[in-house]
């Protein structure tokens, strides 16, 4: 897509958990040992955050843009969308859907748009 970019980290294994559904019966009374279909692994995507900060932080000092448009929850990238903001670059996080903003991303941002799902 022209003037989008997507920044995608790496995936790394955080091991195996105990599925949400188990812990969810042990909350209600039902102790049981946990069989194989109780664990799940668990994955995390590492790297994203610092990849967009440098992109922000690039675009934002090189003054190549007027206005940045993020769609996070994460606030790991609030440096950089200050910075951005103090080089006079608009900033804006999208809100997709009923997902809720971290209220200091929210903040941290000139504005807020909101993004519809079509159901």
């Not at 900060?53 to 609030?78: F, K, Q």
């Amino acid at each position: 897509m022209n003037l989008v970019a997507l920044r995608c980290g790496q995936t790394r294994s955080r091991g195996w958990h105990l599925s949400e559904a188990y812990l969810r019966q042990l909350t209600h009374g039902e102790l049981r040992r946990p069989k194989a279909e109780d664990y799940e692994l668990r994955f995390e995507q590492k790297g994203v955050d610092m990849r967009i900060g440098i992109d922000v932080a690039t675009l934002a000092l090189n003054r190549h843009v007027d206005r940045i448009i993020v769609a996070t929850n994460d606030t790991d990238l609030i440096p950089a969308l200050k910075l951005a903001r103090r080089s006079g670059i608009q900033v804006v996080i999208a809100q997709i859907g009923s997902f809720n903003l971290h209220r200091d991303l929210v903040e941290d941002a000139d504005f807020r748009r909101h993004y519809p799902v079509a159901a």
